[in-house]
C-alpha cells in the first residue's frame, strides 16, 4: 500500500528512505575500558495520532524511549520501543486495513522540546507492505522526530511529528540517530518529553 502527500511523506509506502550520510560519534569509554560515566538522562513517551490530508486515514506513533549520556551529545545508551499503525476505512472498493510496525530503539537524542528516536524493525503485521518490501527480513531501520509543545513553558504548540520512511534494497540506510524534520502536526493524543537531566 502506498501512502502519498503533498509533503512526499512517505509512511507505510514501499519507497522514499532518508540517506542521512553524518553518523554518530564515538562516545569514548572509561580507563577501564568500561561503559563511559553516566552524566544524564532523558526520556519520550506517549502516543498521538498526526494529520494526513487524506479523508479516512489513522495513523499514529507510540514512544516509550530512554537514553543514558556520558561525555559528547550523542547518548551511551539508548533502549525501548516505537510502533507506527496506519489505519484506513474500506473506501474505493478496497476493504478496510491495519498496517504497524514495532522497532527495537536503538537511539533517542533529545535538546529542549525536540527529540529524535531511530530504531530497527522487530516486527510487523503479516502480509503487510513492510513484511511483503523485506524491511522485517533486513530489520530496515527507521526514524521519528518529535516537536513537543509546552504551551505552559512558552514551548508553542502544535507538536509535531515527522517520519523517515524505510529505504529499499541498494539505498544507503538511515544512520542511527537520524530523522527528519517535524513536520506532520498531532491532532490527538500527545508525548512526554524529559530532556537531559543530570543523574544525582
Known sequence: MSIRAPRTLTLLALAAALTATAAAPAVAASPSG??????STSSLTGTGRMDYPVPGNDIRV???????YGPGHFPVRSEGTFRISHRT???????ASDH?????VGCL???GPVATVTGRLVRTDHGGPWEKAGYLKRHVRMGVSFYVADVANGNGGPSRIGLSGGAEKGELPLKKCMAPA???TVVAG?????DRMPTR
Open 89 to 95: 476505512d474500506a473506501m474505493n472498493g478496497e476493504p
Open 34 to 39: 568500561d561503559e563511559p560515566r553516566i552524566t
Open 109 to 111: 537524542t533529545t535538546g
Open 100 to 104: 504497524w510496525g514495532e522497532f527495537a
Open 190 to 194: 500527545g508525548y512526554t518529553l524529559k
Open 182 to 184: 517535524p513536520d506532520a
Open 62 to 68: 507510540t514512544v516509550d524511549a530512554r537514553s543514558s
